[in-house]
C-alpha cells in the first residue's frame, strides 16, 4: 500500500522558514515523481515542486522559485521541502504525492499524480 505522510508543518512569522518532509512507503516505481503541492482556503490545489527519482532534476512553481527548495534522501525514503522568506499568501495545506509516470521538467502535471498524503498545515502571519 502507497503511504506518504507529511511532517514540519506549523505557524511562522513572515519572513521565516519551515521544512516539510514527506515520508514515503509502499511502492517500487521504476522511475517517478515526488511533488509538494498546496491549497488555500476557497482556492483550487496548485503544484508547487517536484523532484525525480532517476536523476533529481527539480521543477518549481514561480511564485517560489528562490524561496523554495526540494531535496531527497532517497536512503529515508523522504523528500523535503525547505521553505525561507515565506509570505502570508504561503498559506494553504501542503500536500506531497507521487506520480508513477515519471517526472515532468516542463510542468507540475497535477493530474497525474495519484497518490496522495493527507497534508500538513502551513500558516504564514503577517
Known amino acids: 500500500e502507497v503511504q506518504l505522510v507529511e511532517s514540519g508543518g506549523g505557524l511562522v512569522q513572515a519572513g521565516g522558514s519551515l521544512r516539510l518532509s514527506c515520508a514515503a512507503s509502499?511502492?517500487?516505481?521504476?522511475?517517478?515523481?515526488i511533488g509538494w503541492f498546496r491549497q488555500a482556503p476557497g482556492k483550487e490545489r496548485e503544484g508547487v515542486s517536484a523532484?525525480?527519482?532517476?536523476?533529481?532534476?527539480?521543477i518549481y512553481a514561480d511564485s517560489v522559485k528562490g524561496r523554495f527548495t526540494i531535496s531527497s534522501d532517497n536512503a529515508k525514503n523522504t523528500v523535503y521541502l525547505q521553505m525561507n522568506s515565506l509570505k502570508p499568501e504561503d498559506t494553504a495545506v501542503y500536500y506531497c504525492?507521487?506520480?508513477?509516470?515519471?517526472?515532468?521538467?516542463?510542468?507540475?502535471?497535477?493530474?497525474?499524480?495519484?497518490?496522495w498524503g493527507q497534508g500538513t498545515q502551513v500558516t504564514v502571519s503577517s
Open positions: 509502499g511502492f517500487t516505481f521504476d522511475d517517478y515523481a
Open positions: 523532484i525525480s527519482s532517476s536523476d533529481n532534476s527539480t
Open positions: 504525492a507521487v506520480n508513477r509516470y515519471g517526472f515532468r521538467d516542463y510542468d507540475l502535471a497535477i493530474y497525474e499524480y495519484d497518490y
